[in-house]
DNA sequence: ATATAAATCCAAAACGTTTCGGGAGGCTAA
DNA sequence: TTAGCCTCCCGAAACGTTTTGGATTTATAT
């Protein structure tokens, strides 16, 4: 493979004048520069990019935390949308992905911080942790560049993009109540999640604004999982008859729900109205499909990409952004008929 | 940062000692080891993977290539199945997995092999490339390892993981013919695809073997796309009335097939039975659900990553490997009703 | 002609490892 | 006693770049 050396030797000229000539330094003749690159392309030259790191003390690479890369994580595209988001946006700006497998074993035994050093990534993105993770502390007293997603940590060298996670829910809310709900139940995540709390937060004000009662048994929690969610909400809808409407912090939450109902024999959505989050894939498939909050997982990426490289670039600009959601009207709910 | 030569200071030994003492050789003392791994835990040392991979002339990770790694992608989720069973094996077996972005107009103007010899990746996993992609001439030329998914090539550098597609085909019209169905079409991919011939291939065999007449204007190209074969089949259904079920070779052409036989007043299973490919989460999920041939993406994936970890520590095994599919009978085929 | 500035080039150090080829000292066997 | 063999250690080169701090030549101004 040939190296800078060797075209060196070929042109008669120095390492140093060959490095500079091929990163189009101003120092250096432009025929000189047109004949190494010559020569280059000749000796069918690539830089290698690891020496270059090397000395650099830059890898031009960003890291990637994902805890839902798994076999478990397939169902809801959700990381897998993000995903495509940080890929396209670290293309643009130069940049390589390196994901790194914190499911294996032996891995596990690593710290965040041992992770990235070893690897030498400029920045990492995590996606899909727990706010109990062991991983999160790691990332605020480490001193690496990361951007989460959807946990809203800010230091110098953490920031984050997350959507508006009250005014989403309140949006899934105040559509229920517009519908003539009433009787609104809440099926929310888990008491780990930072959107969980957001989400609590916007069903309970949009309640509060419309005056209506808050039954705290109506809120329960479904761990973002579908099996979970059926089985918590087939006892609650068993209990409470008279909820009209439940509202879900997820959209396989959701899907879990229609299932509880549908054993229960409670019609979607002439009995019971359902309302979801994420406005994942299956969402707009599914009979019947989910009227959903819609979040931009693709932009979140991208935009979680973007703010880390700019983080990377100047530390100045704020470490967070904060992206928009919007009510999607599909099927799942209807108007409370009042018998 | 501390360095291994920081190590050296502190214990009194040289560098090279330190580092054999880091890497268990055999020629430095119990006790020595011993000294050396407390001072380079009490210094928070963690190795220099960029120094390391200089040296050794490794990188101990894997570049990915998946062209489906963007926004339209997301649909099917086979890429990222696949990519999760990779993900797991690079992970058991100490890889790091690096995301080509090829999708950036920059980087579209880099051959494969600058791509690979830029960032020394070790080897290269590549799914999701048309037949014709510029990308695959490269492969073979090239020496740099690499597994291909779903598409056979095989040389002393490159071997490939697929499932054995001529078998999937004629398991899906065999259960149409053991259903009593005699017209049935068939909605193929694009001729860029490895996996189309092979289909197309079992799907013929399978007619002949009963006995049935080939019509060759039933077969049709669906681009693998939703959207098209949905437009194909509505013709297709129009122009002839007479076909009873249709064999589609990709999940996502079957819902496409499914709309067009709706929006034509066609009902299925009753009027028309559909069997798809690939069992992709939506097949479960919509309705009526997709009878599939499915294919354990995961598995092909972790196969994938094996096999190419393989062919870099020793380049003696087969370079292939062949995975097994199975029907999974689900609404949306059912007994051919003669009227 | 001389001093100054601009244009080109280069030697050597540095980045943090691994590894080759040895070398000193102690022990064993003849 | 001596040769040979372990055991434990080390100096220096190598990997392929970038960058620092000049050096040399050429053009320009005085």
Chains 1, 2 share one sequence.
């Not at 030797?9 to 140093?16: A, Q, R």
């Not at 060298?157 to 508006?164: A, E, L, N, P």
């Not at 549908?262 to 498939?285: C, F, R």
Request: glycine share 6%; aromatic share 6%.
């Amino acid at each position: 493979m040939a190296t800078i050396k060797d075209i060196a030797k070929e042109v008669g000229l120095s390492i140093t004048t060959v490095s500079r000539a091929l990163n189009d330094y101003y120092d250096v003749s432009p025929k000189t520069k047109k004949r190494v690159k010559e020569v280059a392309e000749a000796l069918n030259y690539s830089p290698n990019h690891i020496a270059r790191s090397l000395v650099m003390k830059k890898t031009k690479t960003i890291g990637l935390l994902v805890s839902d890369l798994m076999r478990e994580g397939v169902k809801d595209n959700f990381t897998f949308e993000v995903l495509t988001g940080i890929n396209k946006c670290a293309g643009d700006l130069g940049y390589d992905l390196v994901l790194f497998s914190t499911s294996s074993d032996k891995q596990k035994e690593k710290t965040y911080t041992q992770l990235c050093r070893e690897r030498r990534v400029d920045g990492v993105i995590i996606s899909g942790i727990k706010t109990s993770d062991r991983y999160l502390t790691e990332v605020v007293t480490s001193d690496i560049p990361c951007v989460l997603i959807d946990i809203p940590v800010n230091s110098n060298s953490v920031g984050f993009v997350t959507t508006d996670n009250v005014l989403g829910a309140m949006k899934a809310v105040q559509h229920l109540i517009e519908l003539g709900h009433t009787e609104i139940a809440f099926m929310n995540g888990h008491d780990f999640a930072y959107v969980s709390k957001k989400r609590l937060e916007g069903y309970l004000s949009a309640l509060e604004k419309a005056g209506l009662p808050i039954h705290n048994e109506w809120i329960v929690n479904g761990s973002f999982l579908d099996s979970t969610a059926e089985k918590v909400a087939y006892e609650l809808l068993q209990n409470n008859p008279e909820i009209t409407a439940i509202f879900c912090a997820s959209d396989l939450m959701a899907l879990g729900v229609i299932k509880a109902a549908t054993k229960l024999n409670i019609k979607v959505p002439e009995d019971l109205s359902i309302v979801g989050y994420d406005d994942i894939l299956l969402a707009s498939y599914v009979t019947p499909s989910l009227t959903t909050i819609s979040q931009d997982k693709y932009q979140m990426g991208y935009q979680a990409a973007e703010l880390l490289i700019s983080m990377l670039k100047d530390n100045t600009t704020p470490h967070q952004r904060l992206l928009n959601t919007h009510l999607v009207i599909r099927e799942s709910t209807s108007l409370h008929n009042k018998q």
